[in-house]
Nanobody, 126 residues
């Protein structure tokens, strides 16, 4: 079992930046693909970005490509999401997710992740 705790959400104006962080605890000696998803009110949870265990492979949703950057520090058991040029449509609860995997494969579906954080709210005002 691994526990994931997000932090760093908040209110920002359009065009601004935020950095989300997710700290993992528990069974962190396993390799994990880590990802960020988000869920806006009335919408389904959607994929944002993912990073492989080694950090060599990353993937992004088209809607955030070029604006968001995912990174991880395995020594600290953290994964971050740097969000730049934020738009009102980025407003959502952002969730950190993890799935045991030592390879480069990235998962983009909610059902492919076993571990989830509680979420952190990001609100972008226009």
């Amino acid at each position: 079992q691994v526990q994931l705790v997000e932090s760093g959400g908040g209110l920002v104006q359009a065009g601004g930046s935020l950095r989300l962080s997710c700290a993992a605890s528990g069974r962190t000696n396993s390799g994990y693909t880590l990802a960020w998803f988000r869920q806006a009110p009335g919408k389904e949870r959607e994929f944002v970005a993912a990073i492989s265990w080694s950090g060599s492979s990353t993937g992004y949703a088209d809607s955030v490509k070029g604006r968001f950057t995912i990174s991880r520090d395995n020594a600290k058991n953290t994964v971050d999401l740097q969000m730049n040029s934020l738009k009102p449509e980025d407003t959502a609860v952002y969730y950190c997710a993890g799935q045991v995997n030592y390879g480069p494969r990235l998962y983009r579906e909610v059902r492919e992740y076993s571990y989830w954080g509680q979420g952190t709210q990001v609100t972008v005002s226009s």
